[in-house]
């Protein structure tokens, strides 16, 4: 599985970079902002998908790194899916009682009158940073992050009946190495999610977001760009009383991406035989080896972004966990 999902990382890069991004510096880095932006759109939805419940006790929990995040959340105020989507994208939150380096400063204290175990609202002002080792956090090396920008949430009456997260000026930021050179990724979004439905209907959940990518290889730009995108996802559980285990999605929006100043519009669509679908145990054997969540967790159907004006396409099929091929005419 490592070996084929490392390839299709090096493959999409390499496709998005004939859509006009540019291509990797002589003995640098494989780093492409491009790539980095539609991952953290997957790691949202996957954090998304795994933060819904997977059994008819209706807890999310089913792993110990899972308690972590939820304990870890519980502790500074926040709803567990926020901490689920810093997870994603390469963060581990540290105790609230860790250090002075990581302040978070929640509006107000945490209140669920429907009783669902998730507070109603909360607003969190972020201004927090660290360090990442191979010993406390299963990262491959050391990595230092930080965070900062302001997270909203809403959360909808009802257990899992969905909430609303907007992100404003939300600035994450991992820094390592790689190949014997200092790596910065950043990412910056601003946006809303939007999330309704339950375990007997589904779930659906609009997605408007603005990303804005930098890689920085030993202190130089190496490879940055924007995208828009606007999105709507739906779910349908495979199982109703395991909800969160696995189950089928679809994928319908546009997806602008701008690159050196030159700008292109792309369709997003999902097969539907067979459909994408997506499992819990996918996204967390692939976590396993990314340390972030990487390749959405499908293990069938595709997933096709198209030019509008060129009509040049690439789509990403899921033959299995980990088994993917690419079509592409460019």
């Given at each position: 599985m490592q070996a084929k999902n490392l390839v299709l990382g090096a493959v999409l890069a390499g496709v998005l970079a004939a859509c006009g991004t540019n291509a990797p510096t002589a003995n640098l880095p494989d780093e492409d902002a491009v790539a980095e932006a539609l991952s953290v759109e997957e790691g949202l939805d996957s954090a998304l998908l795994e933060d819904l419940p997977v059994g008819s006790g209706g807890l999310a929990v089913q792993s110990v790194a899972d308690q972590e995040v939820q304990a870890t959340a519980n502790d500074w105020g926040l709803?567990?899916?926020v901490g689920r989507v810093l997870r994603a994208w390469g963060v581990h939150l540290p105790p609230k009682d860790a250090s002075g380096t990581c302040v978070?400063?929640?509006?107000a204290p945490p209140v669920d009158d429907d009783g669902d175990g998730v507070v109603d609202a909360a607003s969190a002002s972020f201004d927090c940073s660290g360090t990442m080792t191979p010993e406390a956090h299963q990262v491959d090396q050391e990595i230092d992050f930080t965070v900062s920008g302001v997270i909203d949430?809403?959360?909808k009456t009802g257990d899992h009946t969905g909430f609303t997260l907007t992100l404003t000026d939300f600035v994450v930021s991992l820094s390592g190495t790689r190949n014997g050179h200092a790596v910065t990724r950043t990412r910056t979004v601003n946006g809303t999610v939007d999330l309704s439905g339950s375990a007997d209907t589904?779930?659906?959940w609009n997605r408007d977001l603005d990303l804005s990518v930098v890689i920085t290889?030993?202190?130089?730009v190496h490879s940055e760009t924007t995208v828009a995108s606007s999105k709507t996802k739906t779910y349908t559980p495979d199982d109703p009383n395991q909800p969160g285990a696995a189950g089928t999605v679809t994928v319908n929006g546009t997806t602008t991406i701008t690159r050196n100043g030159e700008t292109q519009e792309l369709t997003v669509t999902s097969s539907t035989e067979p459909p994408l679908h997506w499992s819990r145990e996918c996204a967390r054997s692939l976590y396993q080896i990314f340390k972030e969540r990487r390749f959405g967790g499908f293990d069938a159907g595709w997933i096709r972004h198209e030019n509008l004006t060129t009509g040049a396409f690439f789509q990403v099929t899921y033959n299995a966990c980990g088994d993917v091929t690419i079509k592409k005419s460019l």
């Open positions: 709803p567990p899916v978070i400063d929640v509006s949430f809403t959360d589904g779930w659906t290889v030993d202190g130089a």
